[in-house]
């Protein structure tokens, strides 16, 4: 027994005495915990005792019974009926039971109904309790719905279908939002398909959770899932920078769901469409929003995309010719003509200096390039149209065919390029980042063969979304 504290002034204890609970073995008091191989079970926590300048605290011991049924969140009818702790195992068992004469919901139309009968005892893997693997054991209730039959009881410490618990689900999203598949499964402990499950019951969660609300800018773009012209259709939030909508190949097939997806009332919320100009998404958003030519804003970096596909063109029809005459002017320089002045490395500057100043077609279709850049920086839609006017002159009377097709297919599409100054300043740069990212993602696990698992994978790192579980009735 504890000798009594002598009596002090005002009623403290002399000197002043702290309980402190420790789990397991404590090094200050033997409480009786076994120190060796063995299993422990119902155990308390440890007592310490030392002095403190504090008044004296009285803490009711609590035992390991207790201690999980709060880390677990188990209120009535839950409760847990026992702990088997094995040293020589290196793993913790909880038992956890349900008070009886309670009603239960059934699951799917939540009609409060008697226990019918109980499922085969099953068990979940729940986060390590000091690096022993620990599992959660229990007989779920089930009930008989009249309109739904015989249906299992939702559980409170874990999601349906899934063999781990809500706290594990949690920390095994953290793990996979730094990791691949494999990675996580290494530092998990588990298989590569209970990692992928975990996954797919993330993205499921966080998609069936996401608020359906239209953006009011959004960007279309194509991502390539593999070699062989395999492409997705991707529809991006421009001000969140998160993927909406993913679809396989390019057509309008593709994105005709997204729009789809939405009234026609809560369409009217899209003010801009960032895309390039591919004839599929074009005819898309023709068919599904009103005044489709003030809201689609060709995306200016395909726009330069295609001016710098002309120039290397230009570049190698100008190099076979020079090649014929035993001239190498151009040889090796590829790379230098498709680099904007301002991202050109300060290396290669004295050698491209040097090519600028020769009497070269490239040069002529490198500066024709350039000049078109200088066109988004105007900030009025008449200033802008009044340049655009005077480089489509120099463009296509350039004598350079590669360019002159490039000025043509602009003209076609001038409404959307001059939308960038009148509707709204967006571009699919967002877009592009997001697809850096897509491209960590699939370099990660060395490709997808299956495009289910490519599109799970990007909503899981690219969504935006709500990924934990529920766990003590808080979100997250």
């Known amino acids: 027994m504890w000798p009594l504290p002598r009596s002090g002034a005002k009623g403290r204890c002399e000197p002043a005495l702290t309980l402190r609970f420790s789990l ?4 200050s008091l033997d409480t009786g915990l076994v120190r060796g191989g063995g299993t422990l079970k119902g155990a308390t926590l440890g007592v310490s005792l030392r002095e403190d300048p504090e008044p004296c605290r009285m803490e009711v011991a609590v035992r390991d019974i207790e201690f999980y049924a709060q880390v677990l969140g188990l209120v009535d009818p839950w409760f847990v009926d026992d702990v088997d702790l094995s040293i020589e195992n290196r793993r ?8 009886e004469g309670r009603l239960w919901p059934c699951p799917k139309c939540e009609v409060e109904l008697a226990l019918y009968d109980h499922a085969e005892e099953r068990a979940w893997r729940h986060l390590a309790t000091g690096g022993f693997p620990t599992w959660l054991h229990a007989r779920p209730p089930r009930v008989k719905c009249p309109s739904d039959g015989v249906r299992q009881v939702h559980l ?3 999601e349906p279908k899934s063999r781990f618990t809500r706290a594990f689900e949690r920390f095994a999203v953290d793990v996979l939002k730094e990791t691949d598949i494999s990675g996580a499964s290494n530092i998990l402990k588990t298989s590569w398909d209970e990692c992928w499950g975990i996954m ?4 499921a969660r966080g998609r069936a959770a996401k608020e359906h609300q239209v953006p009011a800018l959004i960007g279309v ?9 395999s492409y997705l259709t991707l529809v991006y939030d421009i001000a969140g920078g998160t993927v909406e909508y993913i679809a396989d ?9 997204y729009f789809e997806s939405f009234t026609p009332e809560e369409r009217q919320g899209i003010k801009a469409v960032a895309m390039d100009m591919w004839p599929a998404y074009i005819n898309s958003v023709q068919a599904h929003l009103t005044d489709p030519h003030k809201k689609i804003v060709f995306d200016r970096f395909h726009i ?3 001016m710098g596909e002309a120039v290397d063109a230009v570049r190698k029809l100008e190099h076979k010719e020079l090649r014929a005459e035993r001239i190498d002017t151009l040889t090796g320089s590829k790379y230098l003509w498709l680099y904007a002045e301002k991202n050109l490395p300060d290396k290669h500057r004295a050698t491209f200096g040097s090519l600028k100043m020769l009497n070269l077609k490239t040069a002529r279709a490198w500066a024709i390039k350039e000049s078109l850049a200088v066109l988004w920086r105007y900030q009025r839609l008449g200033w802008a149209t009044k340049f655009y006017k005077q ?3 120099w463009a296509t009377h350039s004598r350079l065919q590669p360019v002159i097709d490039v000025a043509y297919m602009i003209k076609r599409h001038l409404y959307g390029v001059l939308n960038y100054f009148s509707t709204a300043r967006i571009t699919n740069a967002a877009a592009e980042g997001l697809n850096s990212k897509i491209q960590t993602i699939k370099k990660m696990a060395y490709g997808y063969r299956n495009k289910e698992h490519f599109k799970t994978a990007i909503f899981f790192h690219c969504g935006g979304l709500q990924l934990y579980p529920a766990t003590h009735g808080v979100p997250g």
């Open 391 to 393: 480089w489509f002159f």
């Open 92 to 99: 913790v068992d909880i038992v956890v039971s349900h008070h």
């Open 24 to 27: 397991g073995l404590c090094p």
């Open 156 to 158: 409170p410490w874990a």
């Open 221 to 229: 773009d194509e991502k390539a899932a593999r070699k062989g012209h």
């Open 200 to 203: 797919e019951r993330a993205v």
């Open 249 to 257: 190949d390019r057509t309008q097939a593709s994105l005709d769901p």
């Open 304 to 306: 330069a995309k295609h």
